[in-house]
């Protein structure tokens, strides 16, 4: 059975940085695409980034030049710096494998101004 653990969210003031990491076990991952959504209060989940098995990398408009994903085939990690009120969410770890999405349970990350 999949399991994808977070850790690292918190609280940070604006200019602050933080990293969050996504331990997955279960299977193997070495041809999983990786990933992280963040849903804030009455809004949607939408994609922050993504890395595919390949090294291949997504970005958000909203995140690009701040945040830094990466990965081997039993975690992931996001770095996030310069964060600002707006990033403020619950993040969530995403791993896709042949077609099925496994999800974290999700960590909060607050950014104060």
């Known amino acids: 059975q999949v399991q994808l653990v977070e850790s690292g969210g918190g609280l940070v003031q604006a200019g602050g940085s933080l990293r969050l990491s996504c331990a997955a076990s279960?299977?193997?991952?070495?041809?999983?695409?990786m990933g992280w959504f963040r849903q804030a209060p009455g809004k949607e989940r939408q994609a922050v980034a993504a890395?595919?098995?390949?090294?291949g990398t997504y970005y958000a408009d909203a995140v690009k030049g701040r945040f830094t994903i990466s990965r081997d085939n039993t975690k992931n990690t996001l770095q996030m710096y310069s964060l600002k009120p707006e990033d403020t969410a619950v993040y969530y770890c995403?791993?896709?494998?042949?077609?099925?999405?496994?999800w974290g349970q999700g960590t909060q990350v607050t950014v104060s101004s």
């Open positions: 890395i595919s098995w390949s090294g």
């Open positions: 995403n791993v896709r494998v042949s077609g099925t999405d496994y």
């Open positions: 279960g299977r193997t991952f070495s041809r999983a695409d």
